[in-house]
């Protein structure tokens, strides 16, 4: 079955750092994969969408790759701040998103 | 302003009742979706609509029942047969699914404390 994990569960960072987050899928070939912010006790925000033929993309300070060979995406956030403190999950297009358990980024001042 | 509306944001419950959970969209979106999330779980999907009179389950549906008679609201019940309902439910919404590539807007959530 299509499976979807990122790596960890929790990350924490010093501000100015540089914070990757992994995500990484079995048993699946998707065309596209998104990123997606949570902060608690709401809702997930759309971040970022990456298509299999793109390597790489950009937004401001965030950074997606997708490897499909590898397939993996990475999520980099340059320059951190506290403020980017929240949970980050990965998805996946199926019947509908599949999501990944999501990594909490605890970033401290 | 549009976006996705979800009411009662707590709602609590006492064992063997049903209770319903509210979600409008103005977005003119065709898709909507259910979605559970217990700690440590991330997402999981209970139910989809695609088009307006249709629905299909999800990874979870068990205990769970919706309806889709209009395109803006997709209402979810929980049901008495549903063993373990309380956790954070979240709707989306999105596009039309022919074009691909569309992201996913999500409504505040409603927690359900069963009593």
């Known amino acids: 079955s299509q499976k979807i994990e990122q790596n960890s569960e929790a990350l924490n960072i010093q501000e100015g750092k540089t914070a990757t987050l992994t995500c990484n899928y079995t048993n699946y070939s998707p065309a596209y994969l998104q990123w997606y912010r949570q902060d608690p006790g709401r809702g997930p925000v759309f971040l970022l969408l990456?298509?299999?033929?793109?390597k790489e993309k950009r937004k401001e300070r965030l950074k997606v790759t997708f490897d499909t060979t590898l397939k993996q995406s990475l999520f980099h956030i340059t320059a951190s701040q506290p403020a980017d403190s929240a949970t980050y999950l990965c998805a996946l297009e199926g019947t509908a998103l599949i999501f990944g358990k999501g990594t909490t980024l605890s970033v401290s001042s | 302003d549009g976006g996705i509306t979800q009411s009662p944001k707590y709602l609590f419950r006492k064992e063997g009742q049903n209770v319903t959970l509210s979600c409008e969209q103005n977005?003119?979106?065709?898709?909507m979706y259910w979605y559970r999330q217990d700690p440590g779980q991330g997402l999981r999907l209970i139910y989809y609509?695609?088009?307006?009179?249709?629905?299909q389950k999800g990874d979870i549906a068990e205990g769970y029942s919706v309806s889709r008679e209009k395109k803006e609201s997709f209402p979810l019940t929980v049901t008495s047969a549903q063993k373990n309902p309380t956790a954070f439910y979240l709707c989306?919404?999105?596009?039309?699914?022919?074009?691909?590539?569309?992201?996913?807007?999500f409504g505040p959530g409603t927690r359900l404390t069963v009593l």
């Open positions: 609509s695609q088009i307006v009179n249709d629905f």
């Open positions: 977005l003119n979106h065709d898709a």
């Open positions: 990456i298509r299999e033929n793109e």
């Open positions: 989306a919404s999105r596009p039309n699914l022919a074009g691909g590539y569309n992201e996913q807007f």
